[in-house]
């Protein structure tokens, strides 16, 4: 089965975007690179989205987004980046250029979360958070998942896969610069802020089903009482272990 799937991958995919190959190509439904296709089709459908919203229901669906970008990136920076780094010469490199856009997505969205609506510079932070996120799409698809599909047999993908989906499924789904984009400091951040993080989901959730009235106004303030937790948590200097200076935010070192 393995040699098989090496064989469709010599052939069909040696330089072939894995948004063009088939499931069956990319090591069936249980694969790593299938699962982050689905991902990345459904983020294409929310940024579409996003462009023919405003207020509210853009606030919707910019939460829309991040419960699904940060859970997304925290497991492949958890669990992919780490086995590129072993397994390709220059994973080093790649992973590092995904890193530090997956560190500029944290930084413009809490650029994003401390904006009202009626700042000007919104619409600009808006649109280079839509250009780097459809940019990391294109990175991963093109050059560095075939990467991996050729240099992994297709029980690996599908192990990766399982760890991969665990992984997101218990995420933290906010942005947060201040932590490190790699281990161990990512997943030292992980259990305390997925807790903060999906609590204040939940919380935003029930506000925008009532926009505009008192009950709404309580939870938001209960939901920025967690962000500013959050906020302290990923602060701690065992957060940032691991990561490289290239991708640390600006006035926070490795040990402050």
Known sequence: MSALFHANVAENSMSTSIAEQSTAELGGRLSVLTRQRNDHIELDKLLNKLDQTHGPEQDQVLLDIYRLVFPHAFAEESVLWPVMRRVLDDGQALTLEVEQEHQEVNELVSRLEGMEHSDEQRAPVLARLIEVLREDVRDEEDEL????????????????????????????????????????????????????????????????????????????????????????????????????????????????
Do not use: C
Request: charged share 20%; hydrophobic share 45%.
């Open 145 to 256: 998942f075939p990467r991996l599909q050729r240099a992994l047999a297709m029980w690996q993908v599908q192990a990766l896969g399982l760890a991969w989906e665990v992984l997101r499924r218990t995420a933290p789904t906010r942005a947060h610069p201040v932590v490190a984009r790699r281990p161990p400091g990512n997943v030292l951040a992980a259990v305390p802020l997925t807790i903060l993080d999906r609590a204040r989901d939940a919380l935003d959730y029930r506000a925008l089903r009532t926009p505009g009235t008192k009950k709404a106004s309580a939870i938001r303030s209960l939901s920025t009482a967690l962000g500013h937790a959050a906020a302290r948590v990923e602060r701690l200097p065992i957060m940032r272990q691991g990561e490289d200076p290239s991708t640390r935010l600006a006035g926070h070192s490795a040990g402050t």
